[in-house]
């Protein structure tokens, strides 16, 4: 007799401030730990994207946020893959030298980690990234040019016949207390709001794996730098984390396939306490998957379970809800872990 595979969807909205998941691939130890009483961990870009530094693992599904948004609701099924050949698109208004660190750092990854990758695409016009932060606190942004995003993604799909798609586009050089805040720990990442839209923009269109690394220039050192936030300062590219993981993305299946994993597969869902409000949670709330919150992941929104009428458990620490989820693999009941256990009563009968 087949067992089901115990399926795990962790989420961190981006652009929220979260405590862990807000800054530079800080949420990947909590991937790595729930991979590994997991069959599969499904989770998205922010978790996962650490510029130069990655965590490679068969079991972890690198979802974009959108199509994890239409999988949670039941359109989209993941079908996972052995490679995908991941085409490059780069923002016109990227400079040439940074440009070409941006090209040799992908022919680094094809000669030193083998990946497929295409010949790439310039788009036509300037993207034109503007990024914005909400009285909320939460981050987000625009592009004046979407349509050459969408031109340029064409052609990488029709002549070059990629798989994913990665987004290199050209971001305002911030400064001020907002990135000291977010260089120091203390702040919202100020782009990852925009990376989302830009992301969210091809999937939708042509409903194949995409994520967005930002083109900036790096910034002077620091000696007060949270360990959060390092990852991005190591050189001149957020780009490596995300070409390997695209090179490993499910595809989209947008009709039923037995293959494909649903969301009906998904057995328990981690997201922080007070970010319940997502499209994803609100569609997962409604099947069997166990939903653990996690307080101590305090984000700038305040929608906890019990706003928004989501049935979860919550805990105060991801290794808290370790706990709760091989509980829940084991089929074991959280009150028999407990120094008391209350006796059976009976019920009546209905009239």
Known sequence: MSVRPYTILALVPTGIGA?????????????????????????????????????????????????????????????????NRVGMILDRSIEPELRLRHLQTADATRATLGLDLTDYVVTDRPLGVRVRTSDAGASWGTLE?????????????????????????????????????????????PIAGAEAVISH????????????????LPLPPDPDLSPRAAAEELGYTFLPC?????????????????????????DAVVVPETA?????????????????????????MQVPPDRVGVPAVVVDSYLEALGVLVA????????????????CRQLSCLA
């Open 145 to 189: 040019n979407p349509d050459s995003l969408l031109r340029a993604a064409e052609t990488l799909i029709q002549r070059a016949g990629a798989e994913a798609i990665a987004i290199i586009a050209r971001f305002p050089d911030e400064s001020g207390e907002v990135l000291q805040n977010y260089r120091t720990g203390r702040g919202v990442d």
């Open 242 to 266: 995300v070409l390997v993981g695209l090179s490993r993305a499910p595809q989209f299946s947008v009709s039923p396939s037995d293959r494909a994993i649903r969301s009906s597969d998904v």
């Open 19 to 83: 405590a862990v998941g807000g800054y530079a691939g800080d949420a990947i130890p909590v991937a790595r730990a729930l991979a590994q009483i997991s069959d599969r961990l499904i989770t998205h870009p922010n978790v996962l994207n650490g510029a130069q530094l990655y965590w490679s693992d068969p079991s972890i599904f690198y979802v974009e946020g959108y199509g994890l948004d239409q999988f949670a609701a039941g359109r989209w099924g993941l079908q996972p893959v052995h490679q």
């Open 276 to 300: 319940c409000g997502g499209s994803a949670i609100l569609s997962l709330s409604q099947t069997a998957a166990k939903i653990v919150a996690v307080r101590d992941n305090c984000t700038q």
């Open 201 to 216: 923009l091809v999937v939708r269109q042509f409903q194949i794996p995409a994520a967005h690394a930002p083109a900036l």
């Open 328 to 343: 829940h693999r084991a089929g074991i009941s959280p009150a028999a872990l407990k120094p008391t256990l209350s006796s």
